[in-house]
């Protein structure tokens, strides 16, 4: 079992920038991929980004890619998504999740465990 709490969440204007923090608690931290994944009003949860167990390998999708980095301080349990260059289009509810299964995926029925969401507002 792991817990996940997400900040950092907030109103920023198009082009700003914003860093999403996820805590986890629980189980090892190392034994998870991690990803984050966003949903906005009307609309499927989608995917962000991952970063595999190891941290070796971190995936993006296609319209977030050269504007958001992940990354994970595996000394502080603490998983991290960097957003710069924000559009309106980025605006939703993102949600940090992790996954116990081997490989790092994109679709969020491989992952198990969810925070509760923090709001991000790009506002034009």
């Known amino acids: 079992q792991v817990q996940l709490v997400e900040s950092g969440g907030g109103l920023v204007q198009a082009g700003g920038s914003l860093r999403l923090s996820c805590a986890a608690s629980g189980r090892t931290f190392s034994s998870y991929a991690m990803g984050w994944f966003r949903q906005a009003p009307g609309k499927e949860r989608e995917f962000v980004a991952a970063?595999?167990?190891?941290?070796?390998?971190?995936y993006y999708a296609d319209s977030v890619k050269g504007r958001f980095t992940i990354s994970k301080d595996s000394a502080k349990n603490t998983v991290y998504l960097q957003m710069n260059n924000l559009k309106p289009e980025d605006t939703a509810v993102y949600y940090c999740?992790?996954?116990?299964?081997?490989?790092?995926?994109?679709?969020?029925?491989?992952?198990?465990?969810w925070g509760q969401g923090a709001q991000v507002t790009v506002s034009s």
């Open positions: 999740a992790a996954s116990r299964s081997i490989g790092v995926y994109t679709t969020p029925l491989r992952y198990d465990y």
């Open positions: 970063i595999s167990k190891s941290g070796d390998s971190t």
